[in-house]
């Protein structure tokens, strides 16, 4: 088996030995674990994908690598076009010592030298952040393509910038207008610090061509860099589940936040799980550790009803659940849109009228290309009863989207702005304490440790919905939602279209049902 080190998997060895040992080596993985490594998240994925293919209408007169053919016919493709003098290749694709690189952009220069253009999806404003995970994407291209005897003059970072639509355009149009579309991208010159890491680069590649070649897996431990920003390896569930048996719900849970050594220093010492530590481990926890690992040993639910009470009698009737659906444009559609801002193209509204009554139901897709939101705004102001008083979770998401409503249709503006001032947050007494949030730390669940999302909250509170949010070919989250919408505006079979639409439609009312689930356990603590 050809084993070849690419850009992604360099990135992934940078993050952990193991990863990159277990993508290389594919093969030897069971159906699970191949889903797990290579299904990507398809949202994220498609739309980098997409920047990188409008981002070449920059570049007039390039010509592309196609990608579904073989890593021999790429490579020769394009030495082919480099011999035939094409000014302009996209996805050029070098080789050298095993390690494959496939180049967004390479311009040829008049005097023989090249210009490359690495393009990403990510704005600007993350360069900081990402920067130290750029040069490395970008150093090895460099270092591939100097072996290949490729003279780089310059090499430029190319990020979106944060640039306002003035009027509704269809991406054909924004890419049909260069001058236009350049003022969605800025081009940052890394040369000189992509040449300063060449060393660094070299000696990393000679660590993990040992590394590939080794027919034992890396005994490398689990650690932080099984999960970033909540964002998981995606070989957890190998390592942590199927190699080690860790539970679901382990006394990593307790440390998510900070001091993982401690919990890897107890589960080497034989403690998986909460309800297994001792009494001096328990001892030596923080205030608020302690408080989650008593609480989760007891099985204790811990409510604070008086102040329950408090945030109770503050329902009122009518009473509404609300929830948007939003999807992040890269490159906004929509006059008066910013680059990534967000677009609601779907709510969900359950309305009481009274405490016993059966909920009204109310919902909005925008199901077409065209900008929904002055539909979705009318829908929204027509349904929502002018003296309701609005629950969603965490409010500070559609508080935000409606105040971009606001601005966007400036005679409604009064409206909406009423609706922004009517919403209180049900997840607040779930939230743990703080002194600036009023109603935080009322309801204390074992089972949460300080969680606090719906989708958590939702089978604690109510075992009947344990599984209301894991339906088979159905949308289970926001990205799916998302990517599910995408598909929808494309799809032209009146029969696919009405499947979307349900799926898209279900997912969206369940969150509203959620939040009156929720609300009625909340009420049969009192």
């Known amino acids: 088996m050809d084993k070849f080190i690419t850009k992604s998997n360099f990135k992934k060895g940078i993050r952990c030995e193991k990863l990159f040992w ?16 290579f299904d990507t998240d398809n949202a994220h994925s498609k739309m980098g994908t997409d920047i990188g293919m409008i981002a070449q209408n920059l570049f007039p007169g390039g010509i592309e690598i196609p990608f579904n053919i073989s890593r021999e016919k790429k490579i020769q493709m394009t030495q082919e076009f480099l011999k035939n003098d094409q000014s302009v290749i996209f996805e050029a694709t070098f080789e050298f010592d095993r390690v494959l690189v496939r180049v967004d952009v390479l311009v040829k220069n008049t005097d023989g030298s090249f210009d490359v253009y690495e393009i990403k999806s990510s704005k600007i404003n993350s360069f900081d952040e990402r920067k130290d995970d750029y040069l490395l994407d970008c150093g090895i291209q460099h ?85 970033i920003k909540d964002q998981k390896c995606e070989c957890y569930s190998y390592c942590w589940k199927k190699q080690r048996s860790i539970p679901d719900q382990s006394i990593f849970d307790l440390y998510k936040n900070q001091g993982f050594d401690k919990a890897l220093d107890l589960f080497n010492k034989g403690t998986k799980e909460i309800n297994q530590l001792c009494d001096e481990d328990i001892a030596k926890l923080t205030p608020t550790k302690r408080k989650y690992a008593e609480l989760y040993i007891n099985n204790e639910v811990k409510v604070d009803y008086e102040r329950l009470k408090d945030f109770l ?145 939702l089978p604690v509170m109510d075992p009947s919905m344990h599984d209301a949010y894991k339906v088979e070919e159905g949308v289970n989250n926001g990205t799916e939602a998302m990517q599910g919408y995408l598909e929808l505006l494309v799809e032209k079979n009146p029969e696919k279209r009405s499947k979307i639409k349900q799926k898209l439609l279900h997912y969206c009312g369940l969150d509203t049902e959620a939040l009156f689930s929720i609300l009625r356990k909340m009420q049969s603590f009192i």
């Open 313 to 457: 009698s503050r329902i009122t009737f009518p009473l509404c659940a609300f929830d948007f659906e939003t999807i992040n444009y890269a490159i906004p559609k929509y006059k008066g849109m910013k680059t990534y801002q967000r677009y609601p193209f779907q709510f969900s509204l359950d309305i009481l009228s009274g405490p016993h009554s059966v909920p009204a139901h109310y919902e909005f897709l925008a199901d077409y290309e065209e900008d929904g939101r002055s539909r979705l705004i009318d829908q929204l102001i027509e349904n929502i009863p002018a003296n309701a008083l609005i629950l969603t979770w965490n409010k500070s998401f559609e508080q935000g989207v409606l105040k971009e409503l606001a601005f966007f249709s400036p005679n409604k503006k009064e409206e909406l702005m009423r609706i922004h001032d009517s919403i209180i947050d049900l997840s607040d007494p779930f939230r743990p304490y703080s002194q600036k949030i009023k109603d935080s730390g009322i309801i204390q669940q074992p089972k949460l440790l300080g969680q606090y999302s719906i989708k958590k909250v």
């Open 22 to 37: 277990l993508n290389i080596n594919k093969y030897s993985f069971d159906d699970q674990m191949q889903s797990e490594i």
């Open 143 to 227: 270092l591939v393509l100097k072996e290949n005897n490729i003279k780089v003059k310059n090499f430029f970072l190319t990020c979106l910038s944060d640039h306002t639509l003035e009027k509704d355009m269809s991406i054909k149009e924004i890419c049909n207008d260069i001058d236009l579309l350049q003022k969605f991208f800025t081009h940052t010159n890394l040369t000189e610090e992509i040449v300063l890491s060449q060393d660094d680069i070299k000696k990393r590649l000679e660590s993990f061509q040992k590394i590939k070649e080794d027919e034992n897996e890396p005994s490398t431990e689990i650690g932080t860099y099984c999960k």
